[in-house]
């Protein structure tokens, strides 16, 4: 079993950053393919972010304002999160999994942190 542990959600104004972690409880972490999602009020749960190796992918929303990383050795990922947008207000979530998928099939998620951008 694998639990997932997000931080670093908060109030941020628009233009603002913030940086989400997931720490994650497994000795294989390297090995798994991790993802954000964000689900925002009244919307579906969405694609944010997923990286794995060295290849990482992103939802055109969020290109060349968010990057996501990885620290093996601390058993995290990161999202950094810059230029922020009122839109991008949302729970976010970290994901797990064998591979990467753009959609909800991650074997593992985390309760999600609160992101909320004011205008």
């Known amino acids: 079993q694998v639990q997932l542990v997000e931080s670093g959600g908060g109030l941020v104004q628009a233009g603002g950053s913030l940086r989400l972690s997931c720490a994650a409880s497994?000795?294989?972490?390297?090995?798994?393919?991790m993802g954000w999602f964000r689900r925002a009020p009244g919307k579906e749960r969405e694609f944010v972010a997923a990286?794995?190796?060295?290849?990482?992918y992103y939802a055109d929303s969020v290109k060349g304002r968010f990057t996501i990383s990885r620290d093996n050795a601390k058993n995290t990922v990161y999202l950094q999160m810059n230029s922020l947008k009122p839109e991008d207000t949302a729970v976010y979530y970290c994901?797990?999994?064998?591979?990467?998928?753009?959609?909800?099939?991650?074997?593992?998620w985390g309760q999600g942190t609160q992101v909320t951008v004011s205008s």
């Open positions: 994901a797990a999994g064998a591979k990467i998928t753009y959609g909800l099939g991650y074997d593992y």
């Open positions: 497994v000795r294989t972490f390297s090995s798994y393919a």
């Open positions: 990286r794995s190796g060295g290849s990482r």
